[in-house]
Structure formats: C-alpha cells, structure tokens
C-alpha cells in the first residue's frame, strides 16, 4: 500500500514538478515584497502629516487666546480693532468678577450691524464667560469704558488701555 490509497493522491517521495516551487517562491517573495513596500509608504506618510502637525501646533502656540478661537480671520473680526485689551482683560479679571459697558459719545464702532444694537457688546459677553454684565454701572467692579471722557469714573483705576480707545477700569 505505499499511498494514501486513493487514486490521484501524492504519494510520500512523489516529486513535485519545479515549476510548483518556482510558482510558491515567486508568490511568497510578491507579499512580502508587498508588505514592506506598503510599510514604507505607510511610514513615510505618518512622519509627513507629523511634521505638518507640529507645524501647525507652532503657529496656534504663537497666537493669542482670540486669535485660536477666530484663526485667520485677524482676532475678533468686526467688532474689537485691537483685541489686546480683550486679552489682557481675560488674564486680570477674576472668572467671578462682574463688568459693565460704557460707551462714550466719541466712540466709533467698528460695524454697525443690522441686526444687532452693539456687536461689541455681544462680542464681550461672549467672550468675558464667566464673567457676568452688572445689571447697573455702579454695581460692577470692572468697567470697558469705550471712549469715555477722562475722569468719567474717578473711583475707578484704569488697568488696561488699547490703541483704539478701550480702557478696562477696575474699581477701587
């Protein structure tokens, strides 16, 4: 019996054509052929979309808090000229503070929207969280006094100033 007793079955010691071989090896060295070229591009692509990652995370780590939250649009767009004063603000004043805004009879605004009355005021509300608007003027420690006249509020210390007539006052 020296088979597997079935007709068409290899038996032990039957030679195998070379050409089988030949076929198995070209096969074999195809995948991984295969696999380390894939695992190449693979690699390559990641430290590419790294670098451009890392790039990216400079540029935001360089901006200010607004500047992150608007991109390129220039900080806040439309409502605050200079948005320094805005950033310093968020850094002085205590996330329990309460504010109010004073709008002098010399401030221009930036826009004058349709469909809202003061784009800055909506703006700073927005941003100032969570920092509440005084329901009154003399209820509030903090002031943005936009344009207002020297010594509008003389029990007030002015602790920000911006370029575009933003003064942050904080009282006393």
């Known amino acids: 019996m020296g088979g597997l007793g079935r007709a068409g079955a290899r038996r032990v010691g039957a030679a195998v054509p070379v050409r089988s071989h030949v076929y198995a090896h070209v096969v074999r060295v195809g995948i991984v052929a295969t696999v ?10 990641l430290v ?4 451009d990652l890392d790039a990216t995370s400079q540029q935001n780590a360089a901006l200010g808090p607004l ?3 608007y991109g390129n649009l220039g900080g806040a767009p439309n409502a605050i000229r200079d948005p320094r004063a805005i950033e310093r603000a968020l850094e002085i004043m205590p996330p329990t503070a309460q504010y109010a805004l ?3 009879p010399r401030w221009v605004p930036v826009r004058t929207p349709r469909w809202t009355t003061s784009l800055e005021r909506d703006f700073l509300k927005y941003h100032l969280l969570p920092r509440r608007e005084a329901a009154r003027v ?3 420690g903090w002031i943005f006094c936009f344009a207002c006249p020297a010594g509008a509020f003389p029990d007030a210390r002015p602790r920000v100033r911006s370029s575009d007539g ?3 006052l ?3």
């Open 36 to 45: 380390v070229l894939t695992s190449v591009v693979a690699l390559s692509a």
């Open 48 to 51: 590419v979309g790294m670098r």
């Open 67 to 69: 500047d992150r939250i």
């Open 102 to 104: 004073v709008f002098g």
């Open 138 to 140: 003399s209820d509030a």
């Open 166 to 168: 933003i003064v942050l």
């Open 170 to 172: 904080e009282r006393r």
